[in-house]
């Protein structure tokens, strides 16, 4: 699976009621979710980030609450993948389990500016800055999360398993 | 090994396992609230299962946005009722019952030592304070957990914290964690497990030690924990529901840190916006006015941290520029507290005291900020907005520094109140 899109570009310790604000989760829609995505450190985000699109982020992404709405919001919103110094681990889990590609690489957080088109091949983790052309190495997920993708996430996973 | 492998290769069927291994462990417990769990209601349901794993170890608790505070609340809360009554889940905790989740299922004795528990609910690491192997998981590995009972788990590291010296009396469990996370920082134990020891944590009453587990999430950990030791025993011997085992660490546990801290000269401490790790002694605050003041939640909302606030406010009035909300854990600390005369003396300070709830401490209702206002909160977190208004603030505190900053409209050492 390959993506290429413009990267949008956040600090570190981005939380996840930066992502998604509390007050938006009284729903579990999606699309509600996405028209929030981001806002209060930015409010144009939800309205320019467009499909394809990349978040770009320092360390610690998405620390806080175990709100699976953050990873929900980020997909709805049409960004394809994160890429970071380094993940909290519940936002890890749930990026995992819902399908969201994300991938832990310092130098191509330290690599990439605002904007830059970047194509990410999610099966390898390679990372290549098409505005530079320079090419970055993702630390590669553990076998078992990548069966896990292959069978579709977690569900249909565990559904398999059960059955 | 240390507590955490020990219970993890216990509950994956192995004789030991090691640091970085993948394992699929047997749960014990599987807990979602009315936020978190509609979605792994939906997934359960999208991913065609009929029936839960067991319906006495599925908790559902309504704590957050309860009573509804709005429409869309209502339906999520009526998404959770309606699954509770369906699949004849035991412990379905609503409005009357309810209380904060991670106060509420110690007290009712639905978690116990070696226990391992999932919660969707980030603070679900509270319960290492019983010696459980507790963390926090989003709503679709809940869905699963409550399918089928098992998880998977990469054995964490862990990090060995020792605590020596007497603790000074103004000093809580919440002090200790919020210097040890201003020390180690935000992402300080990530993916590791923290174990917390040492004499001036054998003196810690159990309600200061689910305090500080309740935030081994706020250092990025996997989950907190502590050995059990007689108090342990004792809080647990007059409410666990199931048997339970301890678990001690070996001699020659390995761990991947070993943090001391001498607490003889800690200070109470305050957490500055906007992260739990910009942590500094209350004497070096400087001054900073307040507009509300929150007393309770997950973290401080239990009975010793209402004594402690009580005692500050005794014969006190909150400053006329700060609103006080206090919000009890669980039905059981409100009645308790009423007893005690504890509500009386909230009640005359001029504090509002709420029912058990969430809601402050994430922002969803019962005292949202304005913008550019202030909070001091017992809670766990101050992140941007977390509160409200993204231009509002929130510094963290133990119920000491809360009470008598809500006399004196701004953060101030307890003494300067007494």
């Known amino acids: 699976m390959e993506f290429t899109g413009r990267t949008w570009l956040f600090g570190h310790d981005i939380d996840t009621d930066a992502i998604i604000p509390a007050r938006y989760l009284n729903t579990v829609e999606p699309e509600e979710l996405a028209k929030h995505c981001m806002e209060d450190g930015d409010p144009t985000f939800p309205a320019k980030v467009r499909s394809g699109d990349l978040i770009v982020a320092g360390k610690n992404f998405g620390c806080g609450s175990s709100r699976e709405h953050a990873p929900i919001a980020i997909k709805a919103c049409g960004v394809s993948c994160v890429i970071a110094r380094s993940f909290a681990r519940i936002f890890f889990r749930n990026a995992m389990n819902i399908g969201l590609p994300i991938f832990e690489c310092p130098e191509a957080v330290d690599g990439i500016k605002e904007g830059d088109q970047v194509k990410i091949d999610a099966r390898t983790g390679t990372i290549i800055n098409l505005a530079t052309g320079q090419k970055y190495q993702a630390k590669p997920l553990p076998d078992f999360i990548q069966n896990l993708i292959r069978s579709g996430g977690l569900m249909a996973f565990v559904r398999q398993r059960s059955q | 090994m240390t507590i955490t492998e020990k219970i993890l290769a216990a509950h994956a069927g192995k004789k030991s396992v090691e640091p970085g291994e993948l394992i699929d462990a047997r749960l014990d417990v599987v807990l979602a609230n009315d936020v978190t769990a509609p979605v792994a209601i939906k997934e359960f349901e999208r991913a065609g299962f009929t029936k839960v794993f067991d319906r006495d170890r599925v908790v559902l608790v309504q704590d957050h946005f309860v009573p509804a505070k709005d429409i869309k609340s209502a339906e999520q809360s009526k998404t959770v009722r309606d699954f509770a009554r369906k699949h004849g889940i035991t412990h379905h905790y609503d409005v009357g019952e309810m209380g904060i989740e991670h106060c509420l299922l110690p007290e009712q004795g639905l978690v116990g030592p070696g226990d391992v528990v999932i919660g969707a609910d980030s603070h679900t690491c509270t319960y290492g304070a019983l010696g459980a192997f507790a963390t926090g998981v989003g709503s679709t590995d809940v869905a699963a957990g409550m399918a089928v009972g098992e998880a998977w788990f990469k054995v964490p590291e862990t990090i060995k914290f020792e605590y020596t010296g007497k603790l000074p009396a103004d000093v809580s469990g919440k002090d200790l964690i919020l210097h040890t996370i201003g020390d180690i ?151 308790q507290a009423i007893k005690e005369g504890l509500m009386e003396i909230f009640v005359d300070a001029g504090a509002a005291v709420s029912t058990p709830t969430c809601g402050p401490c994430l922002g969803g209702h019962m005292g949202i900020l304005a913008a550019g206002e202030r909070a001091l909160a017992t809670t766990n977190r101050n992140f941007v907005g977390r509160m409200g208004h993204p231009e509002s603030e929130v510094y963290l505190c133990g119920p000491l520094v809360a009470a008598a900053s809500a006399i004196a409209g701004r953060i101030v050492h307890p003494r300067e109140v007494e």
């Open chain 2, 185 to 335: 920082g935000v992402d300080g134990a990530l993916y590791q497990a923290m174990e917390f020891t040492g004499p001036a944590i054998e003196e810690l009453a159990m309600d200061d030690r689910f305090t500080m587990a309740n935030m081994a999430i706020e250092a990025g950990g996997k989950n907190g924990i502590f050995a059990p030791d007689q108090k342990t025993m004792a809080y647990v011997a007059e409410r666990a529901k199931r048997p339970f085992k301890v678990y001690t660490a070996d001699s020659d546990a390995k761990y991947a840190r070993v943090i001391k801290y001498d607490v003889e000269k800690l200070e109470p401490q305050v957490a500055f916006p906007h992260l739990p790790e910009n942590v500094r002694p209350v004497s070096e605050a400087g001054h900073v006015e307040l507009d509300q003041v929150v007393i309770g939640s997950c973290t401080n909302g239990r009975l010793e941290d209402l004594r402690a606030a009580a005692r500050v406010l005794r014969g006190k009035k909150v400053h006329k520029n700060v609103r006080c909300i206090i919000f009890p854990g669980t039905q059981a600390i409100y009645k």
